[in-house]
Each structure stands twice: as C-alpha cells, then as structure tokens.
DNA sequence: CGGAATGGCTGGCAAAATGCCGGTCGTGGA
DNA sequence: TCCACGACCGGCATTTTGCCAGCCATTCCG
C-alpha cells in the first residue's frame, strides 16, 4: 500500500501545491506523457494515498476572523466517553478540526469563529454545558503559517 | 472583500469538499450556467477568498505515521525572536504548520515524522539546540478528524 | 540461455470541458 | 420613462480528458 515511487512523490508534491492544475501541464512538469501521469494519479487515489482536494478559503471571507486552540480534558476517559465527545465537537460548525491527544490534555480543538464575543459564546454554550468536560483552556492564534504555502493564484494573463 | 452572496457560498462549500470537480458539474449542482460558475469562481479568486487548491495526502503514504503537537515557550518575548523561531520552524520538513498564540505558550507545532524514534530525535536535535526555548511539551496525536463539509456559521451578512 | 508473460510508458483519437464573446434580462438612478 | 449597469445565459473554437492499442524493458520459467 505504502509503495510510492520518485515519479509518485513528485506528483503528490505537484497536486499538494496546486491540485487544480491539467492532467496536461503535471505532466509536462514531470516529463512524461499525459496518459502515464493520469494512470499514476488514479492509481493513487485507489489505493487512498489521495484522500481529496480541498479548496483553501480565506477565513475572513466566511467571517471566521478570530482563530483559536483549546485544551480539553474529559472525564471519565473511557472509550465511549472519548468517541462521544470527538464526534460532537467535530458536528460543531465553529470546530475546524478535532485532535485527540495523548498526555496531559485529552483533546485540542481548532476553531474558527467570527469574533471575541462568538469564541467567547462558544465556550460557555458549547463546552461548558457539556458534563464530561473536566477543564479547558483557551489561546487564541495570533498567526498561522502552513508549510505546504499557497501555490501559483491563476493569473488571466499569466504569461509563462 | 468579504462580500460573499449565497451563490458564493455554495460555490465555496463544493470547491471545499471537492476541488477538482468540474467547472460544468459544479455549475450543475448550484443550477446556473458554466459560464457564470466560472466566472464567479474566478472573482472569487481575484479577491482572494479562494487562496489555492491542495490534494489531501494520506500520512501513512508519505512515512509520516506519527504525528505530535509540540507546545513550545521562548524567551525573550520580543518581536525579533517570535520571528526568528517562526520562520525556521516552519522551514524544517517534520513541521506542518505553526500557530504564534496568546496565552501560556508562544507556539504550537504540529508535527509528522516517519516514528517515534524521529520524533524523539525531532525533539532533541531541533528544538533543544535552540538557545531561545524555555521550554516545550509533546502531545502524541492518537486521531484528527478534519472538518471538510459544514459551514454555515451564523453571520450577520447572511441574507436568508 | 531463450522465449514468453508481465507491467509500465507512449502516442493518437473521440468525447467532453474550458474559456471567450455577444446577447438578454432585471434593477436602480436621473 | 429611459438609460446605464451588472449579472447571467447560450453557443462556438480550442484545449483537455479518458480510453485504447502498441512498444519496450524486465522478469519469470522452461
């Protein structure tokens, strides 16, 4: 399964910056011809090495201005208990993503909300109403920075 | 810049479940012509809501089946050295992404490496050479579930 | 050692999608 | 009322996709 070759690594490297680019130009930036490049990604995305593409939204625009992690721990820590509580915070439109954790801290939420007074709303009307909740604690993002940076933006009169 | 109508939204919601959709078939699920979706598509671009389009790659697939978030602390607490340590955090391969926070710690990376052997070592020949940490701790990420499909956050702008 | 089977790559062709352009409709202002 | 303006639509030339048969290197096996 976890058998990817030179030739497959560039692809995903390629689609991992810009997956909306022709089946035409990856190939041409790897050389080979568009119907090897096609077979390869197809391959790929069986076997679940491609799991999806994903726009990238600027979260201002969806009025998610205001970003920030939280800590959680929950009690009791059982597997039912576990399960519930990362299945509910992942229903929560606020949460971008659901981390469960080993160490001190069970769970780490992402979430994304319009401003101080929605994070702060969410706090006290999502968590704290919840029992299992034992504690949270909150920081807000000042900045973040993904590795995997944003890729050429489609230029009308890109010239090349 | 963040004058997104309902069609808008829509449009952002399919790009972000799938990206690589066509432009004819993301036009006949929102019931207008290819001409418009694209069109809208491409304002959305030239605004900079839309920022990019990135594949989805399975961990496993890329000897990362490890992955840990590393709450770190610097001092001094000055400009110059939250950037520094930013910049070169982000730069190292096992980095997906940094958060600069407020609260009791400055950073939060979150990490992937091929085992726990390299995020042993991570932790050792990375961050503990650097003379700016005062401290960090790990968390093991058991599971992250990732939240591709909601997002109607109630806003004020939404007209319905 | 030789022959055949296997897997991957290539080029070309029909079908589909893209990108562009002019036309139409509905709205708001003078 | 009339006009300007913006958004949407439909159609057409060009590009891209998806598929197929053939080629070549490697490997397996007699």
């Not at 790897?30 to 979260?59: F, K, M, N, Q, W």
């Not at 769970?107 to 319009?114: D, G, K, S």
């Not at 999502?126 to 489609?154: C, M, N, W, Y």
């Amino acid at each position: 399964m976890p058998v990817v070759d030179e030739l497959d690594s560039e692809i995903i490297r390629l689609l991992q910056t810009d997956a909306r680019q022709s089946n035409r130009e990856l190939a041409r930036r790897l050389g080979v011809a568009p119907s090897t490049c096609l077979e390869r990604v197809r391959a790929l995305t069986r076997r679940g090495v491609i799991r999806g593409y994903h726009a990238d939204i600027a979260p201002a625009a969806l009025n998610r201005s205001v970003q920030a992690l939280v800590s959680v721990q929950v009690r009791p820590l059982s597997r039912a208990v576990i399960d519930t509580f990362k299945d509910s915070a992942n229903a929560l439109p606020e949460v971008l993503s659901v981390f469960v954790l080993a160490g001190g801290d069970d769970f780490l939420l992402h979430v994304a909300v319009q401003d101080l007074d929605h994070l702060h709303a969410f706090l006290l009307d999502r968590l704290s109403k919840r029992r299992e909740i034992a504690g949270f604690r909150t920081s807000v993002i000042f900045q973040q920075e993904h590795d995997t940076a944003p890729s050429r933006l489609p230029s009308p009169t890109s010239a090349e």
